[in-house]
């Protein structure tokens, strides 16, 4: 009975991000919201906390964001072999789509129609990361502080072209060393108290 069950469990990560992989476009940032509704609210097997845990550490590790959020979450809930499913799940999708249109591209993208649907799905994979950047931003955002390091970073990508991976760093560092201040802190005052 508990092999059936864990052989439902992965069939489910693999339909799961099958779905995810197949309904979305526009890349990792752009699966977000659909990641949060079926990972989340759907499923319950994380929290919004973890999603956007799972996608900065994503974004600075090697491969694409959304096969690593995949792996994360396969593999917590079901090990190695939940991981490697749900990774599976994530490409396969993507693997036909872009079999079929690579026999096909050049015989359709010649028709406006085809161009105006691609222009439209860009339109609406712009609204779904505005969702998602306001969203982050409620959950994230906690501090001045916070507030201020968004929009240092945001000015240096956007504006310097500074790349993403150095922001990433410094924000680690940052919040390594603010986090082991405030720890000292804590140990002062305890240590004051007791005395």
């Given at each position: ?9 992965l ?9 995810i992989g ?13 990641m949060?509704?079926?990972?989340v ?18 974004q600075?590790?090697?491969?694409i ?13 079901a090990?190695?072999?939940g ?17 079929i ?5 050049n ?15 860009n339109v609406?994979?712009?609204a ?7 969203n ?7 501090n001045v502080w916070?507030?201020?390091f968004m929009?240092i970073?945001f ?5 310097f072209k500074?790349?993403s ?11 390594v ?5 405030k720890?000292k802190k ?10």
């Amino acid at each position: 009975m508990k092999k059936k069950n864990k052989f439902l469990q992965l069939l489910d990560l693999y339909f799961t991000f099958a779905k995810i992989g197949a309904f979305t476009f526009g890349g990792g940032l752009a699966m977000m919201p659909m990641m949060q509704r079926e990972l989340v609210q759907s499923h319950g097997w994380i929290t919004e906390e973890d999603l956007i845990d799972y996608y900065a550490v994503g974004q600075s590790t090697p491969g694409i964001i959304a096969i690593n959020v995949a792996t994360f979450v396969g593999y917590r809930q079901a090990g190695i072999l939940g991981g490697v499913i749900a990774s599976l799940g994530m490409v396969t999708p993507s693997l036909v789509i872009i079999m079929i249109l690579a026999r096909l591209i050049n015989s359709i993208s010649e028709y406006p129609l085809i161009q105006k649907a691609l222009k439209g799905i860009n339109v609406a994979v712009a609204a779904l990361l505005t969702s998602v950047i306001v969203n982050f931003a409620k959950k994230t955002i906690k501090n001045v502080w916070n507030a201020v390091f968004m929009v240092i970073a945001f000015v240096l990508v956007f504006f310097f072209k500074l790349q993403s991976f150095y922001i990433i760093l410094v924000a680690i560092a940052t919040g390594v060393v603010f986090t082991l201040i405030k720890q000292k802190k804590a140990d002062n005052e305890n240590e004051g108290g007791e005395k």
